[in-house]
DNA sequence: GATGAATGAGAGTTCATTCAT
DNA sequence: GATGAATGAACTCTCATTCAT
């Protein structure tokens, strides 16, 4: 009676549905995308789409909530590998602005949440706790550099985390497709790690002079 | 023969018209305002809104677009007083941040608008116009500070601005409601002007003179 | 700003459409009564029916109870008259019977509620309340009748009225548009009588031979 | 070569699903009731059920049909015992007002059919033709019981019969799930009897004082 | 100038039925 | 023989827009 092959065949097709409803309800937003067109970008008819979700909402739930979840996964996994405080912060800004591009649609479909609050309220809530995680973190780190002496001790670690992931997500609204072969990209990813206020960065300016 | 009374009523209602729209639009998307309930919330009944907009798109251009054009002239107005390119800079900053919560709405039209892009073309096109005027005073303001020796030399005029862009768009969409009174919130202003990397910030307005 | 003429044909039409609805639903059922077919045989498109009723649901329901309300008044009418309690439930009789075929569609609708009490309990428990009254006014005429020597005292009245309306419901339903010309169709109708087991006719059969 | 076994089994299932049809079918009425959901209550998929009846439809006939003809030959049979005619109608009518509450669903159905005749032409035909035969055989015993006294001789057979059916019908679909237990059911049980003006009654009611 | 009833195209969703497994 | 994923037509309901009043 086990029928595992139909199981994974099941678990592929709503990930190919999932992955095609990021895409579309980040270009077009949530009511602006028809489930037709889903169904259609997919390569299955109308009524497919409502075996895997039960209606469009949850749909938009899982576009909004489960790369996020992966997101995160991959970020926190660079403040957890060993190393100073200030190599761990440097790694995660490398490893986020290198994939920003990779996540563009997913990013802005959580900030078109965001931008939505009164209509989305639980969805809010849910990335708002995913966010809080993420600077919570940072904020750990962050301290623990300042005691190490890796960065200036004016800032307030709080602050820092939250100013970081603003930046963050206004470079990923602001910056169009082309953000990558941008000559200032190179320069924009290095202003990201001088947010952190390092105290090496300076003394590397002071050498190189 | 000219009627300037009815004239004079005709704009405020529909300038009351459009700061409602303002509100829905941002706080619920383009597809999920109704024109019925931005009449209801104005006060007067569905077909009126089609006596001063041809079109619930067209409304929604003059929603996204005339508030935009208002906060930039006020900014702007900033860098064309008189004083040196850090003062300027720096009441910009202040001006800035310290508005940004009467103007959430309107600028979380214009990130609603950025982040659909491809749906919205013409009117993306323009608020990166608008946008690039600001940036490109921006720089100029800061070259020449640099120039004075007010600014870090080693960042690129051009990216600083539009990272200054970037963090200001990510501030009103990350933050809250609460934003103002929240106790973070005196360091995140302070730290955007850092973000400019003045080269003796602190020191000058204090010891300096 | 009054606008009595609107209001009065608004009232106008929306008693047209609950006319034609209540025609369909019995005719049809509910599910297989589109609303699309409701407005086409009222004469207006898809979307006026839902300016005049939120949903199919409360069509359904005000479709169902109103008439029935009616129905009510009528039948009460007659027994709170002048008259001897024989007099007044002879009439009753004599008005329902006669008046059966206007309400074929509507007592119809009223039987398909009851017959699936699962699927509409509010709707099932209104028209039971709706027919407690009735059953209850007719008990209590009747036990008057049955203190004053018209009707055998062998049998109760809650019995008695219960049987009635049971009585009343199934000649409804079973029977067929040509009831009443069908030649069986006026002894039916004193057959009621004699269900209420009234002392006079058995005199009257008595005198007549 | 044959296959008793499994044609059993094939019967066995058949009339499981028929059975759980007549139930939701009764409750739910034809479109509200799926095949999906007859499945699950039955306890096969979606499928299966197309390998018992060719569609919905013919589910739905066999559902109404099949368990009116199995009311109709105990009906009759009770008629075409030995005994005199008021003694063979008392006897029917004892078996169907003691076992209508096993039938509710099975008479519900029939019910909800007449009610909808234009809807179910077929249908109602037949089970028109079915209750014919059984007006018509009551008809027939009462008309003999009339011609030996058992009966008051001015009601005409055929209106006496089809009076019967429909109260039969209206006390069916009026009375709730409760009827057995509540108290005047035993009297309203006689009271169908009265229906049938029979003459011994009173006299025995007069004799047992 | 304002009204608000009518429109009708288009949305999300359901479900009887099929068929490869 | 049983399965259950896919289908796609049909349903209810929404809403920008028009226009007679």
Known sequence: MARPINEEKRQERRSCILK????????????NTTTALIAQSVGV??????QYFPSKEALFYAAVLEPLA??????????????????????????????IYCYTN???LVQYVLGQRIRF?????????????????????????????EFNKNFSPA?????????LNGVALTLGESIIHHPEWGNLKEH????????QPKEKAGESK
Chains 1, 2, 3, 4 share one sequence.
Do not use: W
């Open 20 to 31: 095609e409803a990021v895409v579309l309800f980040a270009e077009n937003g949530y009511s």
């Open 45 to 50: 008819t109308a009524g497919t789409i409502f």
């Open 70 to 99: 992966d997101i995160q996964v991959k970020s926190l996994a660079c403040l957890k590998q060993e190393g100073t405080p200030g190599v761990l912060i440097k790694n995660m800004v490398e490893e986020q602005f290198n994939h």
């Open 106 to 108: 997913e990013l802005r």
């Open 121 to 149: 309220p639980e969805l809010t809530q849910k990335v708002l706790e995913s966010t809080k995680v993420m600077t919570d973190t940072i904020e750990c780190v962050y301290a623990k550099g300042q005691l190490m002496g």
């Open 159 to 167: 602050m820092i985390s939250r100013a970081y992931i603003s930046f």
């Open 192 to 199: 990201a790690l001088y947010l952190f206020a390092p105290t």
